[in-house]
């Protein structure tokens, strides 16, 4: 028996198994886990890792004991999507912790949320005065949602009734110094006028480019390989080896 | 075309692990003379019973040879202290049957035996 060989094929089995079911599960985002998720999260990485090393079991039952959790995950995912009481049910509710300026002490009593966690949450949200908040809204996540009084917001173009210029996505055109073809169509362009921007900036080959993107605006930003800085700013005090 | 690409692949890869640790009851079958371990068990019980003792040491020498063929082909699906708990068998078996001793070498191929039944197992 190789040992070394069969962690190999084990590892890879694992591996793959994970991205694959990882991209079943979607795109809910770390920020976005809930408690009991991350709990999830580890508990499978757990059994994949077992999986690997842990030769003196067979493969298939820990295997099925992997599929079977994140299908579990998969099976809640679509419950809560498709029946919002379940959804509510299982992942909770967010929870008003300030309401009109007020702190709510018996929302927070029963979250066991401490004084203490809603000011450092309000610290982390830029709020270093209670008074300026209206509303605080903890979420299922974990996170606080923090609605200033309308006095302490920042004031934006439509208060001032300032006319702003659409912005949305820019489309990526060239990536690692190569054209991104699809999104050239995509945005009615041609290599020949990709080609003749870039010249305009001094640039005579596309793999010069490292990244380029074409704004909403119709402004086209190019970042060069060689990006020619004469003054590097240096926020590091440690002079290595690394 | 590619959406069905893009779907069969991880499916392919799914499937083919799958075979790879389900596959080891259909791997651990005989496909030679070589490698038929419940047989070479067999012929070794009855040179004991009969006790022709250099028959049954050549054939401990069969029967771990076999062993190892099986243990180089479920290596992927079975679980190492099965496998190792057999190669141990083995080796006292030897010992059992260099002392002709035919109360250990019966125990320790019941053992084997056991070991081969438990390959494939879940």
Known sequence: MNEALVEVVRALIAFFTLLIFTRLLGKQQMSQLTFFDYVLGIT?????????????????????????????????????????????????????????????????KKLRYRISDLTEQLRDKGVFDMSQVEFAVLEVSGKLSVLKKSQHQPVTPKDMNIKTKYSGIGTELIYDGVVVENNLKQVNRDKKWLQKELKRMGINDVSEVFFATLE??????????????KNKTDISDYDGPY | MKKIVAVLIPVLLLVFFILIMIGDPFLKKSFSEDDNVPAIIKEIKADVINDN??????????????????????????????????????????????????????????????????????
């Open chain 2, 53 to 122: 003792w250099a028959d049954a040491k050549v054939g401990v020498d069969e029967l771990e040879e076999a062993w190892n063929i099986i243990t180089s082909r479920v290596q992927f699906s079975t679980d190492r202290q099965v496998l190792d708990d057999g190669d141990l068998s083995i080796v006292r078996m030897k010992g059992f049957v260099e002392a002709n001793d035919s109360a250990g070498t019966l125990a320790e191929l019941g053992a084997v035996k056991r070991h081969w039944t438990h390959i494939g197992e879940y």
């Open chain 1, 216 to 229: 909403t605006t119709g402004k086209l930003y190019v970042d060069r390989y060689q990006d020619h800085i």
């Open chain 1, 44 to 108: 499978v990485g757990s059994i994949a890792a077992s999986l690997t090393i842990e030769l003196t079991y067979d493969p298939w039952p820990m295997w099925l004991g992997l599929v079977t959790w994140i299908l579990a995950v998969l099976a809640f995912q679509l419950i809560t999507v498709k029946w919002r009481y379940a959804s509510k049910y299982i992942d909770g509710e967010p929870t008003v912790v300030i309401m009109n300026g007020m702190i709510m002490e018996a929302a927070m």
